[in-house]
């Protein structure tokens, strides 16, 4: 949450000439609700099956960028899906800059609502998630220090890179 994935993804896609999908906001057209409603009246259990088979249905497409929600690693059987069907990207990013990136954003449905616990809840979420990422990234880059374009062209020479030697 917070690290650039919609906003790099979208950037990149064009760097590479890619289509660009978001999963959640795929999610969201096809509930036609929010990614916050879904977990609201479903639950997370129900969003992350929503979620892996989506991802299962969208990683068997060709020249796609694609961004995924913050927490789809949760599941083995989705960092499975995502690590054998793409190169993928983790873009690490510090609590103190998921703070500022995310402090006027209202479409974070796992976002405690008194900002005052936003800099636990980030850290509680790095503590749970960033071995799991960094089990299945292919490529990894800090974002704390970079805008989005330099985050994009960082990327994309990795990409061509990785694609170079894999």
Do not use: W
Not at 39 to 52: I, K, L, S
């Amino acid at each position: 949450m917070g690290a650039g994935k919609t906003t790099v993804g979208k950037k990149l896609s064009g760097l590479l000439c890619m289509k660009f999908i978001d999963s959640d906001h795929l999610l969201e057209s096809k509930h036609n609700t929010t990614v916050a409603n879904i977990f609201n009246f479903h639950g997370e259990a129900y969003f992350r099956e929503q979620e892996q088979s989506l991802l299962h249905e969208l990683t068997q497409r060709k020249n796609t960028i694609l961004a995924t929600g913050g927490g789809c690693i949760l599941r083995e059987s989705t960092r499975t899906i995502l690590s054998r069907n793409g190169i993928v990207c983790y873009l690490r990013v510090s609590a103190q800059q998921q703070i500022q990136r995310t402090l006027f954003t209202g479409h974070r449905p796992m976002l405690p609502a008194n900002v005052s616990e936003h800099l636990n809840f980030f850290q509680k979420m790095h503590l749970e998630r960033s071995s799991l990422y960094e089990s299945i990234a292919h490529l990894s880059i800090d974002t704390d220090c970079f805008d989005v374009d330099t985050i994009a062209r960082m990327l994309c020479n990795s990409i061509k890179e990785y694609n170079e030697n894999h």
